[in-house]
Nanobody, 130 residues
């Protein structure tokens, strides 16, 4: 069982930055077997993929809409956290952001498929003022 808790959301000005964190309540051994992703959902829209980092931290991929502005990272050794640094924010980035964990066992790699993810956090709100 892995529990995920996001933090760091809030209000940012357009062009500004926010850093989201997701803390996993799991052992180092378990946490390091999961790929960690971020999704977001704006009102009236479907949940959409934002970014993912592999269990090792060595592989990342991003949605085209955030590429070059958002950066995902993880800390397996000390805090079992995954972070999302968000820069150059715009109103299009306003949403509830969710972190999620997917088992990285070599049989499947489907970062944009919500059904691949086993565990989800409760979400954190990001608001961007223009």
């Amino acid at each position: 069982q892995v529990q995920l808790a996001e933090s760091g959301g809030g209000l940012a000005q357009a062009g500004g930055s926010l850093r989201l964190s997701c803390a996993a309540s799991a052992s180092d051994r378990i946490f390091s077997t999961y790929a960690m992703g971020w999704f977001r959902q704006a009102p009236g829209k479907e949940r959409e993929f934002v970014a993912i980092v592999s269990w090792s931290g060595g592989y990342t991929t991003y949605a085209d809409s955030v590429k070059g502005r958002f950066f995902i990272s993880r800390d397996n050794a000390n805090q079992n956290t995954v972070n999302l640094q968000m820069n150059s924010l715009s109103s299009n980035d306003a949403a509830v952001y969710y972190c999620a964990a997917a088992p990285e066992d070599g049989t499947r790699w489907a970062p944009k498929d919500v059904s691949w993810y086993t565990y989800w956090g409760q979400g954190t709100q990001v608001t961007v003022s223009s």
